[in-house]
């Protein structure tokens, strides 16, 4: 079965714009949850949906946003971009209530400048 | 606040050598723990979980509750084995549910 997708896979943005990021999950998966990897900080864990609803957000300003659709499919959103988003934006899907699987995408790079 | 750590940033090792990675971990409740790995060039993908106590590509990983400890090991390295990997906690976060939180990982590397 086709893996985790995310759309778009480069972008590039100046500071004080806002992106979307887009994630469709493996099919028949209803939870979405999204990272943001750096060097510095490593995976650090954004937020997740679940049936359209955000069950958990990890410690981002609130900037940082995002929805859940009915098909599961998955944005995030970051608004009033800044030089320190740049990052690579993992997401990841799995199959239950509860994530003891994740399936990753191949992430979205963004820099900011 | 739960917390992963890996005291490694990157593991050198001669191929057919034992490898250990380490990971330590804190959580006040009952852990469940994974290790995932990235080839270079590919997705994160899990490698193995506790829970299941298997080996996978020969690498297996005890879960030590005294010494919060989950290290991954394998007794032979191989050449193919050079990729970052990463630990990772699930915790549970109130109102039904959980999070995957990730140690910084650990680059290693298999010389020939």
């Known amino acids: 079965k086709a893996g985790v997708t995310q759309t778009p896979r480069y972008l590039i943005k100046t500071r004080g714009q806002q992106v979307t990021l887009s994630c469709s999950p493996i099919?028949?998966?209803?939870?979405v949850s999204w990272y943001q990897q750096t060097p510095g900080q490593g995976l650090q864990f954004l937020f997740e949906?679940?049936?359209?609803?955000?069950?958990n957000k990890g410690n981002f300003p609130g900037r940082f946003s995002g929805r859940q659709f009915s098909n599961s499919r998955s944005e995030m959103n970051v608004s009033t971009l800044e030089l320190g988003d740049s990052a690579l934006y993992l997401c990841?899907?799995?199959?239950?209530?509860?994530?003891?699987?994740?399936?990753f995408g191949p992430g979205t790079r963004l820099t900011v400048t | 606040a739960q917390r992963v750590t890996q005291p490694e940033k990157l593991l050198s090792v001669f191929k057919g050598a034992p490898v250990e990675l380490k990971c330590n971990y804190s959580?006040?409740?009952?852990?469940?723990l994974f290790w995932y790995v990235q080839y270079s060039r590919q997705r994160l993908q899990l490698l193995l979980r506790h829970i299941s106590r298997e080996s996978i590509k020969g690498f297996t990983a005890d879960l030590n509750k005294g010494e919060t400890s989950f290290h991954l090991k394998k007794p032979f390295a191989q050449e193919e084995d050079s990729a970052m990997y990463y630990c990772a906690l699930l915790a549970y976060s109130g109102a039904g549910s959980y999070q995957l939180t990730f140690g910084k990982g650990t680059k290693l590397s298999v010389i020939p």
């Open positions: 990841a899907s799995s199959r239950g209530q509860v994530s003891y699987e994740q399936y």
């Open positions: 949906y679940f049936s359209e609803t955000q069950r």
């Open positions: 959580y006040s409740g009952s852990p469940e």
């Open positions: 099919s028949g998966h209803r939870s």
